[in-house]
């Protein structure tokens, strides 16, 4: 089975300010993972995914992840927020090996907030 | 190369109707997914397709719902007798295969409200 906390509904930052998103996950194979960000009335969008191969993991946007094994963790980082980053955040699993890996679990989002 | 659509954007339906979510995959992928996201909560898979054919319906509920992807056209999502339990957003995702390195591109959704 797979599981994903994400451990703030909501993180409010000021424009130029880093941003952490933080996730953690459950797995009982290598999972793959991904953040998805949308917009309102948008569909998601991938930012990013994590499927084995680097641990520090580049997306769109100036936005990073790190996969942490020990600490079961995969936190989506930007050193520098934008107006435009305000949106609801999407950490997600799935199980790479587990034969059903097209099955996404989607966390509770965290809907990040940026003040000018 | 147009993304995934979805129609209609926005469904309103008394009790007991019937709703019909449509979903046209992007240009070149054979592989659907729907999910719902009620209030409050992440997206929860429930079915997967392939052309005519039902891979995975494990996260749909077992009555009234209903998903079909035909040889020509649109996926259809299919709730009868609609129930206020059903009001969500229902997202339809697609990808060109199943590896983990394909990527799941998702359509703007479809919300429904049932009064």
């Known amino acids: 089975a797979q599981s994903v906390t994400q451990l703030d509904s909501h993180v409010s930052v000021s424009e130029g300010t880093p941003v952490l998103l933080r996730c953690n996950y459950s797995s009982s194979y290598s999972p793959s993972l991904f953040w998805y960000v949308q917009h309102p009335n948008k569909g998601l969008q991938l930012l990013l995914k994590?499927?084995?191969?680097?641990?520090l993991v580049k997306g769109i946007n100036g936005f990073e992840a790190e996969f942490k094994k020990s600490e079961t963790s995969f936190h989506l980082t930007k050193p520098s927020a934008h107006m435009s980053d305000a949106a609801e955040y999407f950490c997600v699993v799935s199980d790479r090996n587990g034969g059903s890996n097209y099955k996404l679990t989607f966390g509770k989002g965290t809907l990040l907030t940026v003040n000018p | 190369n147009a993304g995934v659509m979805q129609n209609p954007r926005h469904l309103v339906r008394r009790r007991g109707q019937e709703a019909r979510l449509r979903c046209s995959p992007m240009k070149g992928h054979s592989h659907v997914y729907w999910y719902r996201q009620l209030p409050e909560e992440g997206l929860k898979f429930m079915v997967y397709l392939q052309k005519e054919n039902i891979i995975d319906e494990s996260g749909m509920p077992k009555e009234r719902f209903s998903a079909e992807f035909p040889k020509e056209g649109p996926s259809i999502l299919r709730i009868q007798q609609v129930v206020r339990g059903d009001s969500a957003a229902y997202f339809c995702?697609?990808?060109?295969?199943?590896?983990?390195?394909?990527?799941?591109?998702f359509g703007p959704g479809t919300r429904l409200t049932v009064l």
């Open positions: 995702a697609s990808s060109s295969g199943v590896a983990t390195t394909d990527t799941q591109y």
């Open positions: 994590y499927t084995s191969a680097a641990t």
